[in-house]
């Protein structure tokens, strides 16, 4: 097997004009496609209805032409987008196939699993038992992978399901409790379980780290390789796992950093580094090319701060925090890689170094 | 004469403390206080009020000190801000000291010099009139710092006047014409009025190119020194020249590099390189404590994409499309540097090259 | 003949699920849809993408239940949308269905019609030759609708297409002009063209008056009856005519009065008057059931003051001042009707009074 | 004694020239001022300065004219504002004015009293402690305002310090605890805080219903009367009890009511109706000079639906639901009276009935 990465534009949320020109161009087959990634350009909060858009677009051009129902692709493809597009972020999707292919390389290539979880029930939403069914669902997705050892592992994009007006009104006419009624802090609290569950099936931390009263709370719990959206249109966890093992083909391989803070430049280069690519500042062009696919994770520092200078991200009710800082930290990595393709997600809360996050590139190794 | 830097820290648009206890502490002489620039933490829209704001503390302090009125000492020290701490930044404000000192150093050493116009009327707003006021004022504030040569001058930051809606009133009342009714319009018409000024004064453009109509048009007019903040709370155009000369002592310098887009990390290596600063990738710990101010201009590209790929942030009716680059290319620029006290100022029309714009850097010589 | 209005809410832009439940339950006969009004709640922007969003839900599931191509429904059957429910606004749409039926009543009963034109070139949009096409377009509308007379027209609706930057971009390679390349100005001129056009097919103004120099100038011209939408998601007009006519059954009909500034609650209240609803304050809660459907246009106005006081919705760089006046105006209507579900729609240039609007009202007559 | 109330505009938020004529021309005695309600142009949140800048104006402007300390005149004079001036809501300030005069009215008339609190606590903030020290300022202001009975009190308005990321961690650092780290959660509790503590005051709930779990989850728990901001700019509780005495003199009396929800335009028609003033729809011209002030709170309802039809204020991450709310009850109470000049405050957790709030109208009675 092998894996092949296909990073394609949009003119808006609804455009999935690229990928069916691929598709009818021979360069894709739709049958083989495991899973998407992308950056949409809303406004990546509860209301951002543009990553519901393009997931129906997407899954309606997928069911035209493969020729099964749309909700029956979707309960297998995973389909992870992040709203926002703040400056510099350009509005794009990463397609990723599962090709018949030899491990022919030198070294460990890319491969690639997927999982679903059952729905989750409103009352887990953002709690320790959350963590767990994520936990299980990343296992799953290794396995799928053929990854037995969490070593080879190198990135896991998790989406989990958030809670809404209803959905709390919904758990509560039912005598159940919430983890919290604040939609936007629903999206933090999922986030975080996201993580717990990845760090536990990773082995990072282990099974009594996970508790209800540490979410977003006790930031020395983390995973450095996991990726947590969160989002309205959901009601199940998905899981990618993404990692380099030895027996799968290809050319192309991922590596993945934490980064200290926002300002941490140098996790972003030693990415580029661990597969053999130079930033001195910038990816030369030729180099530039053998770049798939960027995928970054970061907070605003929730004290307030960064290496001792205020910043103003927390406390402004014009701009919602996660926006700021995606479009910070993407202007550093777009900067680096000298592309505005970059899928950044906010809100990395137990995800990488507190007040940090982490990075991933996947590049031809050739 | 020697220029002295400080860079000052804010708790909120009303706190000049630092600056207080700064003078209290005999660190800083009040009456030689030539110029401040600052960052502040509104919108940098029409109606932020952050700057007003910072203004009326900064001159209660100055004249209670002093001795002066408000009045007098702002209609001689320019305090020009920009509003918007986007993602990494912090509010901060640097504060430019003249003192006396002799000419000591190998190189050539940070030269400052400051200069007001009469107020710009309504009318000429926006227009080749106001930049040929801002071009007498550049030349004004030439002579002030002894900077005789163009060449020898690194940077100027101009404070220009935009219209508000009273304004236009005002105007149309009295019969005149205005360049435009909209408001944040007239931010861009009068940054480019601007930086059509300082082209004019340092030689980069000739007198002919300087046309109502080439206003915002013809992008191929530019300047790679100028810095033009426009705002609501000014009647005045207010300029400051930046260069360095063998005349002046100190250990200051300053270089200044054009970005050629938001995702130039070059032209910030570059203008560090200039000074002796190595960014690999970022500024080193001892080094980064050289650096005494960062002053950098940046636009949105208005063609809708960069390097080829769409961008969001010119149809973003949630988020103004200055804050959103202020915020990338602010981001880009704090990693390489590794401080978020980076100025960045949006609406870089016609400085630096179009869809870039520039990046000035002060250090220490030592 | 007769028309069957029915309103129905959404869960989220994408949620036409009410439709689809009055369809199976044989209340709504898909195939006799002539026109769908509708609030999303997006931002109302260029980037409001929940217009699309929904329009690609609602003819995806018609082409399902009609048998017949989702563009092709889309090509005969205008869906309106407006985007941003602020404040009290309540998302929901408008399903106008042509029935069979005898003209029965004591007086003219609701009429519809209903017409497309073909694409605007993109250098007519907002610019007088886009008025007459869609002067062109409300006549055929009103043939459709069988009123022969302007009087019995009460109210307009039109949606227009916009420049984007790819638009202006492909204008511009073929050699063209573009009425302006800043796309939220596009979205003014549209909506002024679009009212020039409503005007003059109903001789409110003659072809003297439709001129480009007096579109977003000349404020004088301007119609009583229209109400204009303008989106990046179409090409072509799109046209529906609402009257009165003794030839229609049913038991509805339709009444609209000018709204003389945002603060005109006494048009609100003659437009209920019209259909012999009483609001003292409030329509109460039979007479409530009568309201079908209320429909109103509004504008900020532009002078920057109401009756002699300040507003801050032009100069706010926040929140857009469109977004402004519609949760203003909708808070002012919703409050008089007793119920959020009001089409309140931003942007009335030469739509009603300067700096006020419109406001109509469906109501049963029984 | 009398209490007279000016209403004045202002171009900005460190406009205050309106009141400087007024006491240049001897209108108002500056001495005499005993508290200022206003309403400035920011955001409203925890990031708006326009507050502390007029704050600081008017106390500037005080001082000069009075040959009093600006700090010393704030210990002692009330300003409460309200951020932002959302949809037709005109930026103003009501200057309250304590003349010698004899009670000489046909009924009571306007009384006012103001207190201070000591500095809160932040470890205090948004709990009962709070609650506590609001009650007892509350009553110092009655005691100061003559008002011995509760059922005189009109209405009282508070101004309460919030926490912010700097109070959070000093607080944290000396050991102690804070009710939350969010801080617009923060300005929430320090509201409903200040609720609390009026209906303590004003007998409308006992002491056993103070409990810090009460805050923002039991919503029976409410005062009609009380109208409470927060905001970052101050540490002490400031109170302004307005009534209705026979021993105050003068032209002016103030009515209250709740309003039922965010469409409730009979609990503003019935507060003027307390006052003679007929409105239908609209207060006519000659009874609209008659009004003095307009004081308004209001509240996104937290159930996400009003009468039945779901809002989309709570879930959008791009305008604060505060904004969206104070912008349609905003544009409610105006179009009743006629008049932009309205002080409508975001925030009415526990004042008024839940989902709702109240509203207040002074007004001459001759």
Redesign the interface.
């Known amino acids: 097997m092998q894996t092949a990465v296909y990073r394609l ?1 949009m ?4 455009d999935v004009s690229a990928l069916a020109a691929a598709i009818d161009a021979g360069r894709i087959d739709p049958a083989r496609i495991v899973a998407v990634i992308g950056k949409t ?10 990553r ?2 393009f997931t ?2 997407l899954f ?1 051009l997928l069911a035209e032409r493969i020729g099964a129902s749309a909700a029956a692709l979707a309960a297998r493809i995973p389909c992870v987008l992040s709203g926002g ?8 999707y990463v397609v990723f196939v599962r090709e018949p292919g030899a491990a022919s390389a030198p070294g460990p290539r890319l491969a690639i699993g997927v999982a679903f979880s059952g729905p989750t029930p409103y009352e887990d939403i953002g709690r320790a038992a959350h963590a767990h069914a994520v936990a299980a669902c990343v296992r799953a997705a290794m396995q799928d992978a053929g990854l037995e050892r969490a070593a080879d592992v190198a990135f896991v994009q998790v989406k989990a399901p958030v809670l ?3 959905r709390v ?1 919904a758990a509560l006419a039912r005598g159940g409790t919430v983890a919290t ?5 629903s999206m933090a609290l999922a986030r975080a379980a996201g993580a717990f569950g990845v760090a536990l099936a990773l082995g990072e931390i282990d099974e009594t780290a996970v508790r209800d009263d540490a979410l977003l709370r006790d930031f020395a719990v983390r995973s450095d390789r996991a990726s947590i959206s969160s989002g ?1 249109e959901i009601v199940a966890n998905e899981v990618v796992v993404l990692g380099n093992s030895a027996a799968w083909g290809g050319a192309l391989a991922i590596a993945c950093r934490p980064m200290q803070d ?5 996790g ?2 030693a990415a580029l580094a661990d597969l053999g690519i130079a ?4 990816v030369a062009a030729p180099d530039r090319d053998r770049v798939a696919a960027v995928l970054v994770k970061c907070e605003p520092d ?3 701060a ?2 001792g ?12 925090a996660q ?3 995606r ?6 990595v ?3 890689i ?4 970059i899928f950044v997600s906010g809100g990395a809360e137990h995800q990488g170094p507190d007040g940090g996050g982490l990075v991933a590139v996947i590049a031809r190794q050739d």
Request: net charge negative.
């Open positions: 534009g003119a808006h949320p609804g350009e809303g406004n990546g909060g509860v209301n951002d209805f543009t519901g858009y129906q677009s309606a597009t703040e400056g510099v972020l350009s509005p794009h809404t007006g209803p009104q009624t604040d939609a936007n802090r309205v926002a300002l941490d430049i140098g972003v280069v930033a001195a500042p910038q929730r004290r307030g960064i290496r200078n205020r910043h103003t991200m927390l406390d402004d009710t014009d701009i919602n926006r700021h800082i479009g910070a930290v993407g202007g550093l777009a900067g680096v000298g592309d505005g393709r």
